[in-house]
């Protein structure tokens, strides 16, 4: 198993910035692909982006491709969303996820194959 915590949510001005991260604790980091999703009010989750276990592989939202950066750091146990320049449409809780797998280099883009989500953390952009 493994214990997802997301940080960094918070209120910001459109155009602004901010950095999600999520910290893991639990089984290895390292055996897990993990992405971030998102969920407004009234709509369903959707997906952001996602990172390979090795971090070398990564896949966006058409949404914010351009705008966000998924990364991450295995010896910190910690994925990472940087966000720039903010709209009032990614106004959302935002979850990270973890899918254990054996494979370094896939990326999962599919909410229904994690296995591990966080509590969220919640993103307001203002306009």
């Known amino acids: 198993q493994v214990q997802l915590v997301e940080s960094g949510g918070g209120l910001v001005q459109a155009g602004g910035s901010l950095r999600l991260s999520c910290a893991a604790s639990?089984?290895?980091?390292?055996?897990?692909?993990m992405g971030w999703f998102r969920q407004a009010p009234g709509k369903e989750r959707e997906f952001v982006a996602a990172?390979?276990?090795?971090?070398?592989?990564?896949d966006y939202a058409d949404s914010v491709k351009g705008r966000f950066t998924i990364s991450r750091d295995n010896a910190k146990n910690s994925l990472y969303l940087q966000m720039n320049s903010l709209k009032p449409e990614d106004t959302a809780v935002y979850y990270c996820?973890?899918?254990?797998?054996?494979?370094?280099?896939?990326?999962?883009?599919?909410?229904?194959?994690?296995?591990?989500w966080g509590q969220g953390t919640q993103v307001t952009v203002s306009s």
């Open positions: 996820a973890a899918d254990w797998t054996v494979n370094y280099i896939i990326v999962v883009v599919e909410a229904a194959h994690y296995d591990y």
């Open positions: 639990g089984r290895t980091f390292s055996t897990y692909a």
């Open positions: 990172i390979s276990r090795s971090g070398s592989r990564t």
